[in-house]
């Protein structure tokens, strides 16, 4: 319940169209997106979302990525099942679908404490999508 | 994905028929800041040809381009797009040079002739001194029209060497109608009501400042010019990092690849696409990191 309270905060910022939780497997845990989104096409996204952020983790957490697609972009924030450890072992992402025109700085706070939250609920990065 | 293709020319009196004249003229002092390109010892603009000037709408900026090409105008043509502009040269009907704020050349001629929507207007500027520009005007306009749409699945399987799912009937079949159509149609779904416009773009361009390592690699991977230590490093991570987003891409229906940004405590990992299929990644210091804070904001 507090994962899904976490995810529609997101939706204060404006534009962001929806967010879904990735975790490690590359399984969709958690989900607010519209319709459009069906769960196969995450479950296809999010198996590569996961390796991507693996890659991008080998020398060193980022803060966050931004993906920046013709149509809309996809900002994607660390997880981790540890709340403050996530830096140091990353257990799963959490994925914003934004325009291209959103308020960067507002969402990096947003989804901040969002994945704070959301790092706090142990049943987060279990699979249930 | 485009939603529209229109380009509007501005001009003083309405033309009614679209293939008799060029776009119309305006006073440099109309001109954006942005375009007060240095021009050396350029030779002094074209007075603008006698006869109509035109303002019109629904064309597009291909078409536009071709007929200055048929009617072998010579001059200098300012194309604005949302926040988005580039200057186009042309003498005697051909393109010779093209600028963007970031691209010279072919690749600023590709950026420009894949923008959808803007204004195409005529600029007393003065005509460049050197061209450019490498390739025709064919190769450019088709190059274009392959970028503008949102698959080009020949280029991609170029640079990747691995044929798209979507190339396959089995997988079109399915995918295509589980993805979202276009971004209108998910805003519409995500914001309903607010959704009839289409939104403007936030800037792909790399951040600013000094990179500390820089990988240019071209369609096929190779890795075409590296600066800095560990660039062969750097090359290969941008080489898989660049095919993962552009496989999640294509699975979530979200087009292809423009750009993407990884920020990490003390450094930015930047990775740009570039429209002849190219890919530029760098890693940028900490205090061109300052620089992109100031940027977002």
């Known amino acids: 319940m507090l994962t899904e309270r976490s995810l529609q905060s997101l939706r204060d910022i404006e534009g962001v169209y929806g967010s879904f939780i990735v975790n490690t497997a590359g399984q969709v845990t958690a989900r607010d997106l519209p319709a459009v989104f069906d769960d196969h096409t995450l479950a296809e996204a999010s198996e590569r979302i996961a390796r991507l952020w693996a890659v991008l983790s080998e020398n060193g957490s980022p803060e966050y990525t931004l993906l920046e697609f013709a149509e809309y972009s996809l900002f994607v924030r660390g997880l981790s099942a540890h709340g403050e450890l996530a830096a140091a072992s990353p257990a799963g992402c959490l994925c914003v679908v934004v325009p291209p025109t959103v308020n960067l700085l507002a969402l990096r706070l947003a989804s901040k404490w969002a994945a704070r939250s959301i790092d706090r609920e142990p049943t987060a990065l279990s699979a249930s999508v | ?297």
């Open chain 2, 1 to 297: 994905m485009k939603e529209s293709n229109s380009f509007a020319t501005e001009g003083r009196n309405l033309l009614a028929a679209a293939n008799l004249s060029a776009a119309a003229n305006l006073s440099a002092a109309n001109l954006p800041a942005a375009h007060a390109l240095p021009t050396g010892n350029a030779p002094s603009s074209l007075p603008p040809p006698p006869g109509f000037t035109a303002h019109l709408t629904g064309v597009s900026l291909t078409d536009l381009v071709r007929l200055q090409s048929l009617t072998e105008a010579s001059g200098v043509f300012l194309v604005m797009s949302g926040e988005r502009s580039g200057i186009l040269h042309f003498a005697h009907g051909q393109l010779y040079h093209a600028e963007t704020r970031e691209l010279r050349g072919d690749a600023a001629a590709l950026e420009i002739l894949a923008w959808s929507e803007g204004e195409f207007i005529r600029s007393e500027r003065a005509a460049a001194s050197s061209a450019t520009i490498v390739s025709t005007l064919d190769t450019l306009l088709s190059s274009a029209l392959g970028i503008t749409s949102t698959a080009n699945p020949a280029r991609s399987m170029a640079a990747t060497g691995i044929r798209h799912k979507s190339e396959g009937a089995a997988y079109s079949d399915g995918v295509a109608e589980r993805t979202p159509s276009s971004t209108r149609a998910l805003r519409a779904a995500a914001t309903p009501g607010v959704a009839a416009a289409p939104a403007p773009r936030r800037s792909s361009k790399l951040p600013e400042g000094r990179a500390m390592v820089s990988a240019l690699l071209s369609p096929l991977g190779d890795l075409v010019e590296g600066q800095g230590p560990g660039a062969e490093a750097l090359a290969t991570r941008v080489a898989y990092v660049a095919r993962l987003s552009e496989v999640i891409g294509r699975a979530m229906g979200s087009g292809e690849t423009r750009a993407l940004r990884v920020r990490y405590a003390d450094s930015e990992l930047a990775i740009q696409a570039r429209a002849d299929g190219h890919i530029f990644g760098c890693v940028i210091s900490p205090d061109a990191s300052a620089n992109v804070r100031r940027d977002d904001a």
